[in-house]
Nanobody
Framework: QVQLAESGGGLVQAGGSLRLSCAAS????????MGWFRQAPGKEREFVAA????????YYTDSLKGRFTISRDNAKNTVYLQMYNVKSEDTAIYYC?????????????????WGQGTQVTVSS
């Protein structure tokens, strides 16, 4: 099983920045499409961003494009989500996910490996 562990969540002021990290098991990280999802209280989980192994491809939800940046450091087996100009509506549990399927853009339902999530709370 792929092991994913998110970190970096916390309380942040609206308009501020936050960087989330996801540490993946070394052997599982290679060749996986990595992604970030989020789930706000009472809402469905939604896709945020994804990145390919080579980092040559990134994919974002249109509404978040320009504020969020996904990146990965393969040497460190880590994927990041840099959040800028956060808004109250960004408050959610953010999940790191891995997709072994190579379809690009990725199919959200094929992200089959998940971390436990990290809470991001944006204060107004």
């Amino acid at each position: 099983q792929v092991q994913l562990a998110e970190s970096g969540g916390g309380l942040v002021q609206a308009g501020g920045s936050l960087r989330l990290s996801c540490a993946a098991s070394a052997r599982a990280f290679s060749n996986y499409i990595m992604g970030w999802f989020r789930q706000a209280p009472g809402k469905e989980r939604e896709f945020v961003a994804a990145i390919r192994w080579t980092s040559t491809g990134t994919y974002y939800t249109d509404s978040l494009k320009g504020r969020f940046t996904i990146s990965r450091d393969n040497a460190k087996n880590t994927v990041y989500l840099q959040m800028y100009n956060v808004k109250s509506e960004d408050t959610a549990i953010y999940y790191c996910a891995a997709n072994r399927d190579r379809t690009w853009p990725p199919i959200g339902s094929l992200f089959g490996f998940w971390g436990q999530g990290t809470q991001v709370t944006v204060s107004s």
